[in-house]
């Protein structure tokens, strides 16, 4: 039961209640007792979730329960003739040292994460300093955040080029080299970290601004009169009362880098020799090249759970870091 | 001022760090330019490319599944988030766990199923086919986005509505949505952009080369003209320049909505 309440709300219940309850066809009399027990907009409610929920389980849904599912069979992915193999696909994955190296590289692209929020911390809280032009700096940092990886992929591939711009660049300062910084492992999966800080600094700064702007300058100024200096506020101030934005960074970062596809599917396709292979280029790869559905499930899985478990380490961390 | 640099010469040093943040960022964008500057020279290259029927084709291809993602994407999720924020339910909070984890899911992880989809029901080549899975996939973020909004409204907003006789749908049509135009513009915004900037969903789905978006132009361009890397870095400029003019129109809005979202 509800306590005693003011007689606003009891009208709006009222008002809304008899509004509602002619649209589902009861009476006036019953819903007066039921009253207290549900509330009126109960319904209603749920009404509303369906749209949602039909998208969100009818694709997502039907597409993780079809996923599971193909995981166990050795099937092309298009016609009939799926066969049951049990855990074989399961058996491969474990074995497979591409498996490995995806991990590797994911791990490698994962340590660009504080170096993006670094940048984006940075250029924040400069750019709340009474900068001047901070308009053309802020549009040219969040620019790279709205633009396509596709549409971008033409000109990296440029870029990177053995008579790309970087090998001018680096000839204008002597260092000429002539190297086709895509075709090597090491230098592509530089080239990849390179990109994906560049992508994803704009969307930390965004955070970053907005999180700064609610900051009581009296605590700064405080520090400032005991003689704290730019880079001691920045570090002991700044940074820790960022804390909630950089939790929801690193999550999205996460999220968002345990599906990285686009940069490697375009530039280097994974190779050469699986050198910059991720999970998802290398599950598009097993299903349109070799038609392995099964194993490129098994590979979908792994994403997922690789999104699952890294937010989750992400959670604890985080609790941790607020004992 | 969050740091303080009074003296001229640490304003002047200030100001060189950012150019030196910035410059990195806005290279490859120079580089864009640069690119499809070459052979003929950006005019001709654009001329060049105009004149070839996939380009306008694509063009509308990606118009219309942006905005068929935005249309059906908004009203979904402003109705769920309304009913997540302001009506009392139960099932709450595993509503609000089934939307993080649908977050998690990527479109990579899915393309099995997309795949069998494709090719047993007849869809492939139909926009409606990236439409489906984008505002499916897009969802969960616009109500989170809409929720932390819908729920910071003032209580008397609504208590007002209702006195006035108006019923939660009422109140949805003329209070919330005219109070949520920020949040509306971020939505559409950002579901916008991100159809446009969808690359897997029409790679798997629109396989005849007459139907097809932006994002397949480049490898478009390089099917047909392989060795004229001009011409594909300015095919790949008529579908930057749109999202960009798109952004920095909305910009002042958009960066503030966003952030007040994702910040909850």
């Known amino acids: 039961m509800r306590g005693p309440e003011d007689p606003i709300t009891t009208t709006m219940r009222r008002i809304d209640g008899s509004l509602h309850r002619r649209d589902v066809g009861r009476s006036r009399s019953t819903t007066a007792t039921t009253r207290s027990k549900h509330h009126p907009w109960t319904l209603t409610a749920y009404l509303y979730l369906t749209p949602a929920m039909i998208l969100i389980l009818g694709v997502t849904g039907f597409c993780v329960a079809f996923v599971i599912n193909t995981s166990f069979y050795r099937w092309n992915g298009i016609g009939p003739g799926a066969v049951w193999v049990g855990a074989h696909n399961f058996k491969q994955f474990i074995t497979d040292p591409v498996v490995l190296l995806s991990t590797l590289h994911i791990g490698i692209i994962l340590l660009t994460i504080p170096i993006t929020l670094f940048i984006g911390l940075l250029s924040a809280a400069l750019l709340h300093s009474g900068i001047r032009f901070s308009g053309i700096f802020k549009a040219l940092l969040f620019m790279p955040v709205v633009i396509s990886p596709a549409l971008t992929a033409p000109t990296f591939r440029e870029i990177f080029g053995p008579q790309g711009y970087l090998n001018d660049a680096l000839g204008l300062v002597g260092l000429s080299s002539g190297r086709a910084w895509l075709s090597t492992p090491v230098t592509a999966i530089g080239a990849l970290a390179v990109i994906v800080i560049w992508a994803s600094v704009g969307f930390a700064y965004l955070l970053y601004y907005a999180q700064l702007a609610s900051i009581d300058l009296s605590i700064l100024e405080a520090a400032r009169m005991d003689g704290a200096s730019n880079p001691q506020v920045f570090w002991y101030f700044l940074m820790p009362l960022c804390r909630p934005a950089t939790a929801t960074l690193v999550l999205l970062s996460l999220i968002s880098l345990a599906k990285f596809f686009d940069y490697p599917f375009l530039l280097t396709d994974g190779g050469p020799l699986h050198g910059t292979e991720f999970f998802g280029t290398y599950l598009y790869k097993q299903l349109t090249r070799y038609f392995d559905a099964g194993y490129s499930s098994v590979l979908s899985i792994a994403i997922v759970v690789l999104c699952i478990a890294l937010s989750l380490i992400q959670r604890l961390a985080n609790a941790k870091m607020r004992e | ?264």
């Open chain 2, 1 to 264: 001022m969050l740091l303080q640099f009074r003296s001229w010469p640490s304003r002047l040093g200030v100001h060189l760090l950012l150019v030196l943040i910035v410059v990195p960022f806005a290279a490859p964008l120079a580089a864009v330019v640069a690119g499809a500057n070459g052979g003929f020279g950006i005019i001709e290259n654009i001329k060049t490319v105009a004149m070839v029927p996939e380009v306008p084709a694509y063009l509308g291809g990606s118009l219309l599944v942006a905005i068929g993602t935005v249309l059906p994407s908004l009203a979904v999720s402003l109705l769920c988030a309304y009913a997540l924020a302001r009506l009392p339910h139960k099932g709450k909070p595993l509503i609000q766990g089934l939307m993080v984890a649908a977050l998690a899911l990527p479109s990579v992880s899915i393309i099995v199923p997309l795949f069998y989809v494709v090719s047993t029901l007849n869809l492939a080549n139909s926009y409606l086919s990236v439409i489906v899975p984008l505002v499916a996939l897009g969802i969960p973020f616009n109500v989170i986005l809409a929720r932390s909004f819908l729920e910071d409204l003032p209580k008397e907003l609504f208590e007002a509505a209702s006195l006035d006789g108006c019923n939660s749908f009422q109140t949805l049509i003329y209070i919330v949505i005219p109070v949520s135009r920020p949040l509306i513009g971020v939505i559409v915004v950002w579901t916008f952009i991100a159809a446009w900037n969808e690359f897997l969903l029409p790679l798997v789905f629109l396989l005849n080369p007459a139907r097809g978006v932006v994002t397949l132009l480049p490898s478009y361009f390089q099917g047909e003209y392989s060795s004229n890397v001009p011409l594909v870095i300015t095919a790949s400029l008529f579908g930057l320049v749109p999202s960009v003019i798109m952004f920095l129109a909305a910009q002042r809005f958009f960066a503030h909505g966003l952030s007040a979202g994702m910040l909850r």
